[in-house]
């Protein structure tokens, strides 16, 4: 699930400016301190990205510690201060101190139940730690929180497909209970981001994670997105899904008219497989 903490701290990194603060003429000395540590933190790990391997590890980490204090010194003075707890939890989040982030967006959440972000991030601590079951209630609630954040709803649909073992051995969810779930979530996400390719490339994808696909329908997914790739390379990749699919449909030599159009060097590999007579195809 790394993808996806990766995906919720740059978007958290935008949002937690405006967490729990309000209009700047309202603006009490604590709401102030909190959007001051969040541009600090902000700026701090997009440095560190644009540095990659030059990064100063000490200068970076005596930051990180400067910035720990500040937060741990506004919360001693504002101890029901939700907003710091959850974006202090963030910070220690990206540091990969876990165990003391769970804590800190636990005390968030008790403290104001409505914080869409913790709730999502709470699902993710709990994802990556190998609990699902124990997540989706969060990823659940954040989705009912801000039902037009594409985010969550990706977010949730990858916790339902890589977890769905988990889920069905629960027995709480039917296969067919739980393709629907995923494969909204996923179609959600994309409806409500139609710029980020990536949530639409997932969305085609989750057809094959289907016990029973669409073909019909991932043919056309895959289609409209062949129109949004910005580069031959990834169009032509997109026409190899499509190819796929229509040789799991038996129509082998549509298949191979399309096939015929992918002449990147790159994708002559993922070509050739598809190729293969029927019966290995068929396996694979």
């Known amino acids: 699930m790394k993808r996806i903490r990766f995906l919720t701290w740059i978007f958290a990194l935008w949002a937690f400016v405006a967490l729990g603060l309000h209009a700047a003429e309202s603006e009490s000395l ?27 590890a000490e200068s970076f980490r005596s930051q990180v510690q ?27 989040c990206k540091v990969d101190m876990r165990k003391q982030a769970a804590a800190l967006l636990l005390k968030a959440n008790q403290l104001d139940s409505d914080i869409p972000l913790v709730k999502n991030q709470l699902g993710n601590l709990l994802a ?16 009912k929180l801000v ?69 019909d329908g991932a043919l056309k997914v895959w289609a409209a997105l062949e129109e949004k790739a910005p580069t031959p390379i990834e169009q032509q990749t997109l026409r190899l ?21 992918v002449t990147e060097p790159a994708l002559q590999a993922q070509k050739q497989k598809l190729i293969a007579p029927p019966a290995e195809t068929e396996k694979k």
């Not at 996400?189 to 085609?204: H, N, Q, V």
């Open 30 to 56: 604590a709401q102030r301190t909190l959007r001051q540590l969040t541009e600090r933190q902000r700026t701090l790990f997009e440095d560190a990205a644009k540095q990659g391997d030059n990064l100063e």
């Open 66 to 92: 400067d910035l720990s204090h500040s937060y741990e010194r506004l919360l001693q003075d504002n101890p029901k201060f939700a907003a710091a707890y959850a974006a202090y939890g963030y910070l220690l």
């Open 128 to 143: 990556e730690d190998g609990k699902p079951l124990d997540a989706l209630p969060y990823f659940l609630a954040a989705v």
């Open 147 to 215: 039902p037009n954040e594409p985010l969550y709803h990706y977010q949730l649909g990858t916790l339902l497909a890589e977890a769905r073992d988990d889920f069905l051995k629960s027995g709480s969810w039917t296969r067919p209970a739980l393709d629907r779930a995923m494969h909204e979530a996923f179609r959600r996400a994309a409806e409500l981001a139609p710029a980020r390719f990536e949530f639409g490339y997932r969305y085609a994808e989750s057809f094959y994670d289907l016990a029973t696909p669409d073909w």
């Open 241 to 261: 899904h499509a190819a796929n699919v229509l040789l799991k449909q038996g129509r082998a030599d549509q298949a191979k008219l399309l096939l015929n159009t």
